[in-house]
């Protein structure tokens, strides 16, 4: 839903704090992921083109709270600490499950991301085309690990489902503190 006359209007400096974490969080993600699977497998060298993809996102939000003077997240040690440790904690079951973390991850930020991009409407050109822009790339990662066999990931559903719930918390958490 777009925003109307009369509705409250979005919180610009609390979607780019959420993003900037999000995007970090997504760094350690795969920086744990390359930890374990170094250059060993077939799948290092995917995992690192979406991890300079998810740097590059990182940089932009990183840029934008300096320049508009947003408060970043006093959660970010956290997010460094859980991101790592769930990207190598996947790695270590296994390429499918490093792949099966990417999807249940990029599901939850594609839906995050088109939530701002509705409430956002015209309001913010230069976010909004970012935040379109990134989620393209976040849909790509997602359909490429579900291309690389992430599904076949034991226990995948509980796994996913573990892993969406982790990630709507952190977004949650990281909108107010």
Not at 84 to 108: K, N, R, W, Y
Request: hydrophobic fraction near 45%.
């Amino acid at each position: 839903m777009r925003w109307k006359p009369g509705d409250p209007r979005p919180d610009i400096g609390s979607m780019i704090r959420v993003d900037q974490a999000g995007e970090y969080g997504a760094t350690r993600i795969y920086a744990g992921q390359l930890a374990v699977m170094g250059d060993r497998h077939d799948m290092a060298r995917a995992i690192s083109g979406m991890a300079n993809q998810e740097e590059r996102h990182r940089a932009f939000f990183d840029a934008l709270i300096a320049e508009r003077g947003v408060r970043p997240t006093a959660l970010q040690p956290v997010w460094n600490a859980a991101g790592f440790a769930l990207g190598a904690a996947t790695a270590a079951l296994g390429p499918a499950a490093a792949m099966a973390c990417t999807v249940a991850v990029e599901t939850e930020i594609d839906l995050h991301y088109q939530e701002q991009l509705d409430a956002l409407g015209e309001d913010d050109p230069t976010l909004s085309a970012a935040v379109a822009e990134f989620r393209a790339e976040e849909l790509e990662h997602r359909d490429s690990a579900l291309a690389a066999g992430a599904e076949t990931a034991p226990a995948y559903p509980l796994l996913s489902g573990a892993i969406r719930l982790a990630c709507k918390a952190a977004i949650a958490a990281s909108k107010r503190i």
